[in-house]
């Protein structure tokens, strides 16, 4: 069972229609809803053609435009891991030296004798 209704004003203004063209939304029996728009006169399109557009389609799109920024995040982990790594190696390198060694030592000491 298909129901048809007009959506709010929105739709098309989002998309920079002309006032002309008509949006109509189709909710279909399993459940999948479809954006379609009839041409009218001064649209560039030809009077009384329809275009549809699935809510899946749509989706899709959208997760192909999102698809080339996967690799931006993928180097920002990447800077981040090698920092850390980094930093860890000039940590053990300063805590291997006697100095260093002697000064935990000394605190631990202190830490564990009573009074």
Known sequence: MLSIHKPSAAPAEASNAPESATDTVVD??????????????GTG??????????????????????REDRGAATAEYIVATMAAVGF??????????DEVRGILTELVRSALTVG
């Not at 860890?88 to 030296?97: E, P």
């Open 28 to 41: 279909s029996a399993g459940g999948a809803r479809r954006y379609v728009r009839t041409a009218s006169v």
């Open 45 to 66: 399109a030809r009077p009384g053609s329809v275009r549809t557009r699935t809510v899946r389609s749509n989706t899709h799109r959208a997760l192909l435009r999102l």
């Open 88 to 97: 860890a190696g000039l940590l053990i390198v300063i805590l291997r030296g």
